[in-house]
């Protein structure tokens, strides 16, 4: 059994654990909401204790000068790629939404810690329009882009969307809505689907997302499809009817969600995900700093689909 510091790493939301080749890469949000960091070890259990490096810092102004959000690393064709919401300003404007829009850095070093990272831009889809939580990956000899955005016909903050990528900065083809904010629990305090991370299993592919307000009423649900089936057609996904990983008042573990999925040396898989410890929040509950990285191992039942289980409570 693994027995992974609970909280694993304090005051990271958002977070991301990489495992390529041999070592593993965590980046998360920063209470600050104004760099990008990365750190690196041989272990997932030594992952708290190393250093963090900076390899970005937002601009004083300009439209990546706000709010950096939920940065994901990526090794694309043989370069380092790290993809972040940021916005122009901290107003909510007159649609009483943030204007966040989903940037890129590139790094063709063989060490993103120390490497060279060049701003690659906004990458570009059918909306103009409230983005965020963006990730990649290789699925039937293509690269994938699957984000989080507001549809401006569509109720709600955001939905989740697929396309094929051009370029590692830029989509082609007609994006597909995978899913929007449709169930009870998808639209607790706000109607979101957000943060989706993709797994595999079996013959199937798995995305799971958040939901709902980032308060105790964030949680997880799940989609899934065929491994061999076409995925930019909606008709051949399935949507969980119930949230997969959702609050324990028992074990004080409130608003569990923005997962990523990486795997222990010996193939276990693991849920990377950020909860707090209490409910009492003053003000807007993305300026309280305490939503801890943390880490569950997930199991897979008879069918071949993922339990998730309880948000275990704090260790030691």
Not at 47 to 53: E, G, N
Not at 154 to 180: C, D, F, H, Q, R
Not at 198 to 205: A, K, Q, S
């Amino acid at each position: 059994m693994n027995n992974w510091l609970n909280p694993f790493i304090e005051q990271r939301a958002d977070p991301f654990i990489l495992l390529h080749e041999d070592r593993y890469y965590f980046i998360a949000s920063v209470p600050e909401y104004d760099r990008l960091e990365l750190r690196c070890s041989a272990t997932l259990e030594a992952l708290p204790h190393a250093t963090p490096a900076v390899v970005w810092r937002k601009p004083e102004h300009g439209p990546m000068s706000k709010l950096i959000w939920a940065p994901e690393l990526h090794h694309v064709n043989g370069k380092w790629y790290i993809y972040f919401a940021a916005a122009h300003t901290q107003d909510l404007d007159k649609l009483n939404m943030f204007q966040h829009r989903m940037f890129v850095l590139e790094c063709a070093d063989a060490d993103p810690l120390t490497g060279k990272w060049i701003e690659k831009g906004q990458i570009k889809t059918q909306f103009d329009s409230f983005c965020l939580d963006a990730t990649t990956f290789s699925h039937q000899d293509k690269q994938w882009y699957l984000w989080a955005q507001k549809d401006p016909n569509i109720p709600g903050n955001s939905n989740i969307y697929l396309a094929e990528m051009e370029t590692p900065w830029s989509i082609k083809g007609e994006p597909v809505m995978l899913s929007k904010p449709e169930f009870e629990w998808e639209c607790r305090g706000f109607m979101v689907n957000e943060g989706p991370a993709v797994i595999t299993h079996g013959e199937r592919l798995f995305v799971s997302y958040s939901a709902s307000a980032t308060d105790e009423n964030y949680c997880i649900g799940l989609l899934w499809i065929d491994l061999a089936a076409n995925p930019t057609k909606v008709e051949h996904w399935h949507k969980s009817p119930q949230p997969v990983f959702i609050t324990s008042y028992e074990n004080k573990q409130y608003g569990p969600g923005h997962n990523s999925f990486t795997r222990t040396k010996e193939g276990e898989d693991v849920l990377v995900y950020h909860a707090r410890n209490y409910t009492e929040i003053e003000g807007d509950p993305l300026y309280d700093p305490n939503r801890h990285t943390r880490l569950k191992k997930i199991i897979w039942d008879e069918d071949g689909m993922p339990v998730f289980g309880i948000p275990p409570a704090d260790y030691p």
